[in-house]
């Protein structure tokens, strides 16, 4: 299949994340449990895919002066998107392998399942949780809080959630409510904040709201009677 190509950016990160990671896949699927480093498998199939020529043309930087080869940018994100997808078990300098059952835990999988809007995961009892970061926490007013749920532990999830972020704090879970039928219930949330035009749709992620933890729960205990 001939490749559409782009001199930009965003046609680096398209093509590694949905042309080469699939390839790389496939042939790290007969690996089974044997480790593997990611840009030998990756660089070679680049390689085909893209002629000397079109891995050389240079791209300008949108917020700094200068360009980039689409050589870098897009073995950039082969690692990057690797990592941030969290597609193998990192094995340390640069080694990947493909995951066991071992690597993956029942309730992940239930909290995978819920965020895909599968009707029989959402009917699990779980947690919302709420947390925020320490600089941005105020005793006086609203502020910034990320409200979400999970099946399994509430700490785990969250440290998932921070990974990789631009954050150089840790977080604070400000509170957490067991509950029924957690997907639902953790909607219901997200829904009467929106109504109540309290969502930051421009946060650097999901389900952040200017809100308080005394509202949320408030809310809670109206879903739930």
Known sequence: MPINFEPTRSFGYRFVRYTVLPEVAKEVAALGEESFLLREIAWPIIDRLLTEEQQAVRVPRAQSEGDDSMYSIIRFYVNFLAKGLDLYQSMGRGYFRVRTEEDISEDALVDA???????????????????????????????????????????????????????????????????KRVGPTELAIHNVLKARNKWRENAPGREWFDASVAEVESIINFVSS
Do not use: N
């Open 113 to 179: 399942a819920i965020e895909s809007g599968d009707e029989e995961a959402c009917e699990f009892d779980g947690w919302i949780y709420v947390f925020s970061f320490p600089l941005i926490v105020k005793t006086d007013a609203v502020f910034p809080i990320k409200i979400g749920k999970t099946v399994g532990d509430v700490e785990v999830r969250v440290a998932e959630q921070v990974k990789g972020s631009a954050y150089f704090e840790q977080p604070i879970i400000l509170g957490r409510w067991k509950v």
